[in-house]
């Protein structure tokens, strides 16, 4: 009888163990998206920094451009000279531009987002944050209305 505590003693300790492990070492990631909300497509073009994107990826660099160009959307164009893509986003769609460990985006590799519409409207990368909605379960949105 003795034995049997003992042993069901250590089975609990390990469960409880295994558990917190699992939780503390599970990654947090955020998701930044541009969401088409209006009634006409949309096309978006993104201006990455090229520095950055190169110090990141080195020689993988086109390729991890093309990537995120074709994440989501239809991708229109890609410039792998100067770093800018434009992708063509029907109503409805949305585009992923950042998807990053940690609790908010933080977009490091985007220098500016430029949505042409009827109008045109330039979001400059230090207002992204203050221009993205975090939506609980969806990350942070930005809406093209």
Partial sequence: MKERNFSR???????????FTICYSCDIFSVAEIVNASQKNILVEIKY?????????????????????????SLKSLDSVNFISIIEMSPKD?????????????????????????????????NFQDLFEEKLDQGFIYDVK
């Fill in 49 to 73: 920094d090229k520095e950055l994107f190169v110090e990141k990826y080195k020689d993988k660099t086109i390729t991890y451009l093309n990537k995120f160009a074709n994440e989501s959307g």
């Fill in 9 to 19: 003693k250590y089975l609990n300790y390990f469960i409880v163990f295994f558990c």
């Fill in 94 to 126: 949305s585009l992923i531009i950042e998807f990053e460990r940690g609790y908010e985006p933080h977009f490091k590799l985007i220098k500016e987002i430029t949505i042409y519409k009827n109008d045109t409207t330039v979001l400059e990368k230090n």
